[in-house]
């Protein structure tokens, strides 16, 4: 067996067991709701109005997150117009839905390398920081939603605020890593080259000061949308909550998007937000059926805005010259 091979049978392998595991998630999720499809049921009788409220909101939520990734590839310098930043990130978030472990970022790396000359681990040294800081703001948005939970209904979920503080303990230790060995870390944690890449990345995210805060005002304002689009998820199925639960399901459901496993983390997203929905005194069946409803509002928007960028993404790709670019200069951070 040649290198080359040795190579792609730990891909080939990793596929079928992501493959496997996917079509489980997918036969326990419909087997579920097919057990409570009378709450199921009351999606095929949602008004038009809610249907477009909810996808209204979504639609803002990607248009936001579009301009996020812009932000972020604007300190390198490219020149970019609307299919390369919005197409890009609507043609990869839809890949999200069929690709599993987080392949889209593959995707827009080898685009911003194929057509903009940007080099692929930079451009995943980026999107790797961006995770990181994404998971940062949900830990505090999870951290007020705990709180306000706790202190208005006198519910404290043991479980829940275990899972808090091992999230934020990881999130600590980074932190601390990255501050006290920048981006030089030691020989033995090399041998982790995606550790690498994430330290790298968020190093240069903390360095753009100015970016930083932009960068706040777009998570703060897509996850203002987020947590009015869970409210309306649960109005529309006739339940009640309250906007300090909403921010807790949000903030959860954003930290399940991040560390994708499967295309979409179908079924998982949806058991992580029944078992939450059920330690906050609800029931389970509500927290899967609101995020089944609000995963499909933001899929709606990704798959009907990747499938109009589809075609001029791919073919600025094909048509785009294989060879060596000068590389973007990188602005140095205030």
């Given at each position: 067996?040649?290198?080359?091979?040795?190579?792609?049978?730990?891909?080939?392998?990793?596929n079928?067991i992501?493959?496997?595991?996917?079509?489980?998630?997918?036969?326990l999720?419909?087997?579920?709701?097919?057990?409570?499809?009378?709450?199921?049921?009351?999606?095929?009788?949602?008004?038009?109005?809610?249907?477009a409220?909810?996808?209204l909101?979504?639609?803002?939520?990607?248009?936001i997150?579009?301009?996020?990734?812009?932000?972020?590839?604007?300190?390198?310098?490219?020149?970019?117009d609307?299919?390369?930043w919005?197409?890009?990130?609507?043609?990869?978030?839809?890949?999200?839905?069929v690709?599993?472990?987080?392949?889209?970022?593959?995707f827009?790396?080898?685009?911003?390398?194929?057509?903009?000359?940007?080099?692929?681990v930079?451009?995943?040294?980026?999107a790797?920081?961006?995770i990181?800081?994404?998971?940062?703001?949900?830990?505090?948005?999870?951290?007020?939603?705990?709180?306000?939970?706790?202190l208005?209904?006198?519910?404290?979920?043991?479980?829940?605020w275990?899972?808090?503080?091992?999230?934020?303990?990881?999130?600590?230790?980074?932190?601390?890593?990255?501050l006290?060995f920048?981006?030089?870390?030691?020989?033995?944690?090399?041998?982790?080259?995606?550790?690498?890449?994430?330290?790298?990345?968020?190093?240069?995210?903390?360095?753009n000061?100015?970016?930083?805060?932009?960068?706040?005002?777009?998570?703060?304002a897509?996850?203002?949308?987020?947590?009015?689009l869970?409210?309306m998820?649960?109005?529309a199925?006739?339940?009640?909550?309250?906007?300090?639960?909403?921010?807790?399901?949000?903030?959860?459901?954003?930290?399940?998007?991040?560390?994708?496993?499967?295309?979409?983390?179908?079924?998982?997203k949806?058991?992580?937000?029944?078992?939450s929905?059920?330690?906050?005194?609800?029931v389970?069946?509500?927290?899967?059926?609101?995020?089944?409803l609000?995963?499909?509002?933001?899929?709606?928007?990704?798959?009907?805005?990747?499938?109009?960028?589809?075609?001029?993404?791919?073919?600025?790709?094909?048509?785009?010259?294989?060879?060596?670019?000068?590389?973007?200069?990188?602005?140095?951070?205030?």
């Amino acid at each position: 067996m040649n290198q080359t091979d040795q190579k792609k049978s730990p891909l080939k392998l990793r596929n079928i067991i992501t493959t496997a595991l996917l079509l489980v998630m997918i036969g326990l999720l419909v087997w579920y709701l097919y057990q409570n499809r009378e709450a199921v049921g009351q999606l095929l009788s949602l008004s038009p109005g809610k249907v477009a409220g909810m996808l209204l909101l979504a639609a803002g939520a990607c248009w936001i997150n579009a301009l996020y990734h812009k932000m972020i590839l604007d300190t390198y310098h490219l020149p970019m117009d609307l299919i390369d930043w919005a197409g890009v990130v609507f043609v990869s978030n839809a890949l999200a839905y069929v690709l599993p472990l987080r392949a889209d970022l593959v995707f827009s790396a080898a685009y911003y390398k194929r057509v903009k000359g940007f080099e692929i681990v930079k451009s995943v040294s980026v999107a790797a920081g961006n995770i990181v800081f994404g998971v940062i703001f949900s830990l505090i948005q999870m951290l007020v939603g705990l709180l306000s939970t706790g202190l208005a209904r006198g519910v404290w979920p043991g479980v829940l605020w275990l899972a808090f503080g091992g999230l934020t303990a990881l999130v600590a230790a980074f932190i601390v890593l990255c501050l006290r060995f920048g981006d030089h870390l030691p020989k033995a944690l090399l041998r982790v080259p995606k550790l690498q890449t994430a330290v790298s990345g968020f190093n240069d995210l903390m360095r753009n000061r100015r970016l930083l805060w932009r960068l706040l005002l777009c998570l703060t304002a897509t996850n203002l949308l987020h947590l009015f689009l869970f409210m309306m998820c649960f109005q529309a199925m006739g339940m009640t909550v309250s906007a300090d639960q909403a921010m807790f399901y949000s903030a959860v459901s954003r930290l399940c998007s991040m560390i994708a496993i499967v295309p979409g983390n179908i079924g998982i997203k949806e058991a992580i937000m029944g078992a939450s929905s059920s330690l906050l005194g609800d029931v389970f069946v509500n927290g899967v059926v609101v995020s089944l409803l609000q995963s499909v509002a933001i899929m709606v928007i990704y798959l009907i805005g990747g499938g109009i960028c589809a075609f001029p993404v791919v073919s600025r790709m094909k048509n785009a010259q294989t060879g060596p670019k000068e590389n973007p200069k990188e602005v140095s951070a205030p």
